[in-house]
């Protein structure tokens, strides 16, 4: 069991999603007239706070322009859980094509993604206009969706939940030591993790038919109607807008009449 080789990128891929909700913040200064004379793109990093604020702490130029350093972003994962509330049966499974073969997997095991985001800045309207741009998105949540399982064309809603708001205001110290202003907002990324992905032997259903007798005695019935659907087009896979047509055939005391209507949905 334990041994098959597999790799869905599935964590990577949250973990870089996350990323990019982020990567688009700006803030701007504006003069006592209200004309705006910068603009600045906020920098984000992958790592923990700390490590930021030791670099700062190590920079020997303190009179290096704000602007270059400070404020930036940064993010990293703390946490991985697994989440009971949304589990499902661990031997159902469901198909999938790739365009050519049919897929067999079973259901995704639901996990809880722990991230960190540290808003650092030495201007407190700095962080204060990071902020205001973060959280009106998340009530409490923000739904990404993201390709889990590439080969299969398996793409889930992902929802971002906001899950705590802390601050941090580094003042004390003497006039040589830099002040750090951090927001910390915690989140968790409600994901799924699929299994490998198996070859299977069936294929996929291209008609189906469906029999309605008026009693229970299908051996001497005296009334009948059957609805035959068919997937149009016949080969329609997994990106098809799935057209039907169907075809109802009515019987009755031996005598056969067969109107036929079509449905595009």
């Given at each position: 069991?334990?041994?098959?080789?597999?790799?869905?990128?599935?964590?990577?891929?949250?973990?870089?999603?996350?990323?990019?909700?982020?990567?688009?913040?700006?803030?701007?200064?504006?003069?006592?007239?209200?004309?705006?004379?910068?603009?600045?793109?906020?920098?984000?990093?992958?790592?923990?706070?700390?490590?930021?604020l030791a670099?700062?702490?190590?920079?020997?130029?303190?009179n290096?322009?704000?602007?270059?350093?400070?404020?930036?972003?940064?993010?990293?994962m703390n946490?991985?859980?697994?989440?009971?509330?949304?589990?499902?049966?661990?031997?159902?499974?469901?198909?999938?094509?790739?365009?050519?073969?049919?897929?067999?997997?079973?259901?995704?095991?639901?996990?809880?993604?722990?991230?960190?985001?540290?808003?650092?800045?030495?201007?407190?309207d700095?962080a204060?206009?990071?902020?205001?741009?973060?959280?009106p998105?998340?009530?409490?949540?923000?739904?990404?969706t993201?390709?889990?399982?590439?080969?299969?064309g398996?793409?889930?809603?992902?929802?971002?939940?906001?899950?705590?708001?802390?601050?941090?205001?580094?003042?004390?110290?003497?006039?040589?030591?830099?002040?750090?202003?951090?927001?910390?907002?915690?989140?968790?990324?409600?994901?799924?993790?699929?299994?490998p992905?198996?070859?299977?032997?069936?294929?996929?259903?291209?008609?189906v038919?469906?029999?309605?007798?008026?009693?229970?005695?299908?051996?001497?019935?005296?009334?009948?109607?059957?609805?035959?659907?068919?997937?149009?087009?016949?080969?329609a896979?997994?990106d098809?807008?799935?057209?039907?047509?169907?075809?109802?055939?009515?019987?009755?005391?031996s005598?056969?009449?067969?109107?036929?209507?079509?449905?595009?949905?």
């Amino acid at each position: 069991m334990l041994g098959t080789y597999y790799y869905h990128e599935i964590v990577r891929k949250t973990i870089v999603s996350f990323g990019t909700l982020f990567n688009a913040i700006s803030i701007r200064h504006d003069d006592s007239a209200g004309n705006t004379y910068s603009e600045l793109k906020v920098p984000l990093a992958y790592g923990p706070s700390q490590k930021f604020l030791a670099r700062l702490e190590q920079q020997a130029d303190l009179n290096k322009p704000v602007g270059i350093t400070l404020p930036r972003m940064s993010f990293e994962m703390n946490s991985i859980n697994y989440d009971s509330s949304r589990k499902t049966g661990i031997t159902q499974t469901f198909k999938a094509s790739d365009g050519n073969n049919i897929k067999k997997v079973f259901m995704p095991v639901p996990y809880n993604i722990g991230f960190e985001l540290n808003i650092l800045a030495k201007l407190n309207d700095d962080a204060l206009q990071i902020i205001e741009q973060i959280l009106p998105y998340f009530q409490p949540s923000f739904n990404l969706t993201v390709d889990l399982v590439k080969s299969i064309g398996e793409k889930r809603d992902i929802p971002i939940v906001l899950d705590s708001i802390n601050f941090q205001d580094d003042y004390e110290g003497d006039f040589s030591t830099r002040r750090a202003l951090i927001y910390t907002l915690g989140f968790t990324a409600k994901t799924y993790l699929f299994g490998p992905v198996a070859e299977s032997s069936e294929g996929l259903i291209k008609k189906v038919q469906v029999d309605f007798a008026a009693n229970t005695d299908t051996q001497n019935t005296k009334r009948e109607m059957r609805y035959t659907v068919t997937p149009d087009p016949v080969d329609a896979g997994p990106d098809d807008d799935f057209g039907f047509n169907e075809t109802t055939a009515i019987f009755s005391d031996s005598k056969s009449y067969s109107p036929t209507r079509q449905i595009d949905i």
